[in-house]
């Protein structure tokens, strides 16, 4: 029953993250006012808003206008579902640092969802994840600046020299899991694990003629699939 406390905490706080990124698209204010129907804009009932069960109980349509939902809600939903029952597996209980480290990682999904839809991300969410980095990083009682300064460097200045392929958003997220990983190792399979996937899918692009060499794929998605492996390896 804990785990499916979890699953549904997870996938409740995944939603709510989803309607955020979309408010934050359309320039709508995100805190107050119900959720509604991205397309005609009626107010969703109760049994639109459960996650995930939602789609299935609706069969994949909106419940004021019938026109069809986007797959991507119920998967991200179960995704965040998933990883909150992943990270409390993985840490056994819950404390300051489980509290730490799942706000890090579900901030961590919303950027990853912020880049999928726009290819950007904000510098003050940024800046608020490298303070919950340096907080689990103080809580855990280890720390290495020279790691961190010497991948920030790296990372900056690999931006300017590949200015088009890769962002300055992308930069500072590397050196941000440097700081959050416990050891450079973790970090190298962070970018092995992130690179590789964000590289079969360019390819699979290609295959599939979706796309072309200079086609630009959002990283935050693949780092945070390396960045949790990394985690569940190495803690």
Known sequence: MIYLLFFLCGASLASFLQLISYR????????????????CGKNLSVVA???????????GKSQCCGKK????YPIIEFLGGLLSILLFYKIGEISFL?????????????LALEDISTMEVYIRDLVFLFFMALLCRIILGSF????????????????????????????????ILSLFHNSFIEF?????????????YGGFLL?????SRKTKIPLFPFLLLGSLVSFLLFY
């Open 98 to 110: 489980f509290w730490f480290i799942g706000g890090f990682y579900f901030l961590f999904l919303f």
């Open 144 to 175: 290495s600046i020279v790691s961190f300064a010497l991948v920030s460097v790296a990372c900056f200045a690999f931006h300017f020299i590949k200015k088009n392929s890769f962002g300055m958003g992308d930069s500072a997220l590397l050196s």
């Open 24 to 39: 934050r698209s359309q320039k709508e204010q995100w805190i107050q006012g119900r959720s509604h129907c991205d397309f």
């Open 188 to 200: 190298l399979w962070v970018v092995a694990l992130g690179f590789g996937m964000a590289s079969l």
């Open 69 to 72: 939902l986007e797959k991507k």
């Open 207 to 211: 295959f599939q003629k979706k796309g």
């Open 49 to 59: 808003r459960i996650p995930i069960f939602h789609y299935f109980i609706l069969k």
